[in-house]
């Protein structure tokens, strides 16, 4: 498992406007254009140095394909990075169907089995 | 010296500009007049204190640093800044900025950081985010002053201890108090109360704790330092609210005023969270 790894995924994604439409349209083709020109690559700049060691996991790399945040928080993603992707994915959607702040209440009582409980760790 | 003539300490919601004047009249939230006057009354006990510049004290929200390299304190030395990131825009419609900087308080900060066994990373290169940008709006929005900000880790964990950050509050006020000139310096840092986010008691009617939330005001009202000191840990914060350690931002200001009881205090009750507007006035009230 790499937290790290699947924070840096919404990190990226979530900071550049082409990539952000990708993985809202195309989901599995984000990721994998992704994991190919930039997971790879060492921090979140660099373009020239590689990291060799990093991957996702089958489970990460499906929970991110299937846009699924209630997977990613009990994998530990950062609560704060996944809340801002999948706002930017569907918040507007929500809102001019269902009126302001619907996606972030579904996303809520998605989570409502955490109620009362301790939340997965996102230290990496 | 320098005179440090305030040190507000302040929740920063993100959705303010756009809640109180970017949303038309008619679809505002309820509450978005009220919160306006609150706003301007507390941009009023900063405007009183007459600053020359402003030390600001933030956090990065992944916005420029990542966890392959995530400094736990940094300041700024730089002659201008840059602020607001493209996902702020899109998310909270914020506008961009660039603000004044003022290298020789930063060095003379940065320095006098290190001779007191706060071992800072430095950036010559930083771009400011909300965190700094939001109180820039709303206790300063003509934007005109010169900034030393300061960043400090606050929801990576682990992190480091309440007194630590409260102890940083206090290097800083002795460093500004012994700062050769004769400018008048306000400190402004920005966190939370309680607050959920991505987490099952996000954006609620209240924050997730209303309670603690009026506890903690208290304890800054008062300047408590030791009911914070005690009942202060990321356990207990995380307990309220999975980004309730925003609240140490705010002990941080604590330590930059001292022990001592707050000017003035106000807070709002909002969905999601609650707003809190503190000052302290060091060197008398001017108002």
Aim: aromatic fraction near 12%; proline fraction near 7%; include cysteine.
């Amino acid at each position: 498992m790499s937290k790290y790894y699947v924070d840096k995924f919404l990190y990226q994604v979530d900071r550049d406007p082409e990539r952000l439409a990708q993985y809202k349209s195309d989901p599995a083709a984000a990721v994998d254009r992704w994991e190919r020109e930039l997971g790879v690559m060492l921090g979140t700049r660099d373009a020239v140095e590689r990291t060799t060691w990093l991957s996702l996991t089958d489970e990460e790399r499906a929970a991110l394909i299937a846009h699924d945040y209630v997977a990613l928080f009990e994998l530990g993603a950062h609560y704060f990075l996944t809340l801002t992707i999948f706002i930017a994915l569907y918040d507007e959607e929500y809102a001019a169907r269902s009126g302001p702040l619907s996606f972030q209440r579904e996303y809520a009582a998605k989570l409502s089995h955490w109620l009362g409980r301790q939340y997965p760790s996102v230290a990496p | 010296m320098a005179t440090l003539s305030a040190v507000l300490a302040t929740t920063h919601h993100p959705f303010y500009l756009k809640a109180t004047e970017l949303t038309p009249p008619a679809e505002r939230i309820p509450q978005a007049a009220e919160w306006k006057r609150k706003v301007e009354a507390y941009r009023e006990t900063l405007t009183a204190a007459k600053p020359d510049l402003l030390v600001m004290v933030g956090s990065d929200h992944f916005h420029q640093f990542f966890l392959d390299n995530l400094p736990t304190f940094l300041i700024g030395k730089q002659p201008a800044y840059d602020a607001t990131f493209y996902n702020e825009e899109r998310e909270f419609g914020i506008p961009k900025y660039t603000l004044q900087g003022d290298e020789d308080l930063s060095g003379h900060m940065f320095q006098g950081l290190l001779d007191r066994g706060f071992d800072f990373a430095i950036s010559h290169e930083l771009k400011l985010d909300h965190s700094i940008i939001c109180p820039i709006i709303t206790t300063r929005p003509q934007a005109d002053l010169p900034v030393v900000p300061i960043y400090t880790n606050i929801f990576a964990p682990p992190l480091p201890s309440a007194r630590r950050y409260y102890d940083l509050g206090r290097a800083i006020r002795s460093i500004i108090d012994e700062y050769q000139s004769e400018k008048r310096i306000a400190a402004i840092g920005s966190g939370h109360l309680s607050l959920e986010l991505g987490g099952p008691r996000q954006f609620g009617e209240h924050g997730p704790d209303p309670e603690w939330d009026l506890k903690a005001i208290d304890w800054l009202a008062r300047g408590d330092v030791d009911a914070v000191l005690d009942d202060v840990t990321f356990e207990k914060l995380s307990a309220s609210g999975n980004a309730t350690p925003g609240f140490l931002d705010l002990v941080l200001m604590l330590g930059i005023a001292g022990p001592e009881k707050a000017a003035y205090v106000d807070d709002l009750d909002l969905f999601h969270t609650r707003e809190m507007y503190v000052t302290w006035y060091p060197n008398g009230d001017p108002r």
